[in-house]
């Protein structure tokens, strides 16, 4: 091989390159590349939105169950309230009941609780024969003056009258005694104490006033 052609194929390695399309094809081609980009940037755009889409949709979904729970529960509060719709002005019905009975019962002794104590203190071979309770009215005040009829006695809102018997006198003075220590009792007097000595027995008779502390209203 000559030196020529030796030079020959080491010029034949580095081949020029001409671009002998016309202009116009090449920018269709990069028009067609940019178009098929294009079209691929677009579907994954739309990929993402229907993703984003149904994550949305999933979340839409339990909100409006959520929702329609709610809404269900609160149906049924209401339904349940409708049934004591009608405790308030029961309720209120009661408490004017109660104000009422509380204003009639006011000026009421209660009669069986101071039968109880006055029998409670007395001895034992003591018996009351006979109790009246009159709370008519005041035993202190006159009825057209308004004036004590007695300056010593205590002003009350009624009187007790007391008849009873025993064996000695000494047993009508220690009951007197536990009168007097009485709650809503005050100034027991002893009107009468007779003795009958065939039969061994004092019959007595005995009056108290009764205070305001004797009321129900006092409690």
Known sequence: MSFQTLEAVATRTSVARVNLLPA????????RLLQAGLALGLVGVLGVSAAAYA????HVGTATEAL??????TLQLQQAQRRYVEVPRVLAELETARRVQ???????????ELLDQLAAGAPQDLSLTNVSLDTTAATSTAASTGTPT????VQGVGTLEVTGQTKTQAQVAAWMDQVAGIAGLADPRL?????????????????????????????
């Open 24 to 31: 116009e094809v090449g920018s269709a081609r990069r028009g």
């Open 55 to 58: 994550v949305t949709a999933g």
């Open 68 to 73: 329609e729970a709610e809404q269900q529960r």
């Open 102 to 112: 509380q204003d009639v019962t006011s000026g009421d002794v209660p009669a069986y």
């Open 150 to 153: 007695d300056p010593l006695a």
């Open 191 to 219: 009107s009468t104490s007779t003795l009958d000595p065939v039969q061994g027995v004092v019959t007595f008779n005995a009056t108290a006033t009764v205070t305001a502390d004797a009321l129900l209203s006092a409690r």
